[in-house]
């Protein structure tokens, strides 16, 4: 089956420093990744979709500026938080669309634990 | 917008119980009907899914079948376990599947001996 991984797994930070995690599909190719924000005890939020060779559409209330996404090839979409705060801090998570059973399938990375400090 | 609504948890049964977790949607169209699952420490994983009205997902002993006239997808499973303990998103997409997913709350769901 597709795989998606995420790296880090987990990182803590100091507020003001930014913090970039990859999102990288491992036997399959992606035009479009997924990029979403977890609260804990609640559900996932979009945030942003990534595209390979364009810029990525953000969700509405979401910061472009905040949220830098880089698409630089077909397994890779990196995220990087911008000047970081505790605020930011969450779990976040990327999919990748491949096909399975007949159609697509979102196949997700297992999470990024951002801690600000 | 599309928005899906899934009963609220922490749900705790005991095993062998048998679970029904609600789940209803809006949105335009005919959208795809998905059950993913998340387990302690790990990534979603996608339980089952449904594309078109009277439609049944089956994955592991779980079921939900796509009614489009109350707009739900309500998954349920006859005998659970202490393993099916995790939280469960009711999500639906566009047409393809490939678009983005719009998920409900999460419901966690607790299954004791």
């Known amino acids: 089956g597709a795989v998606v991984s995420q790296h880090p797994s987990w990182v803590i930070c100091k507020s003001g420093t930014s913090v970039k995690i990859e999102c990288r599909s491992l036997?399959?190719?992606?035009?479009?990744m997924f990029w979403y924000r977890q609260f804990p005890k609640q559900s996932l939020m979009l945030m942003a979709t990534s595209n390979e060779g364009s810029k990525a559409t953000y969700e509405q209330g979401v910061e472009k500026d905040k949220f830098l996404i880089n698409h630089a090839s077909l397994t890779l979409s990196t995220l990087t938080v911008t000047s970081a705060h505790p605020e930011d801090s969450s779990f976040y998570i990327c999919?990748?669309?491949?096909?399975?059973?007949?159609?697509?399938?979102?196949?997700f990375g297992p999470g990024t634990r951002l801690t600000v400090l | 917008g599309d928005s899906v609504t899934q009963m609220e948890g922490p749900v705790t049964l005991s095993e062998e119980a048998f679970l029904t977790i609600n789940c209803t949607y809006t949105a335009t169209g005919y959208p795809s009907l998905f059950w993913y699952v998340q387990y302690p420490g790990e990534g979603l994983q996608l339980l089952l899914k449904a594309t078109k009205a009277d439609d049944k997902g089956s994955n592991k002993g779980f079921e939900a079948t796509y009614r489009k006239e109350t707009t739900s997808f309500h998954l349920e499973k006859g005998s659970v376990q202490v393993s099916d303990s995790a939280v469960y998103f009711c999500?639906?997409?566009?047409?393809?599947?490939?678009?983005?997913?719009?998920f409900g709350t999460g419901t966690q769901l607790k299954v004791e001996l």
């Open positions: 036997d399959f190719q992606a035009t479009t």
């Open positions: 999919s990748a669309p491949w096909v399975a059973g007949g159609g697509y399938e979102q196949f």
């Open positions: 999500a639906l997409s566009g047409a393809g599947g490939g678009n983005k997913l719009t």
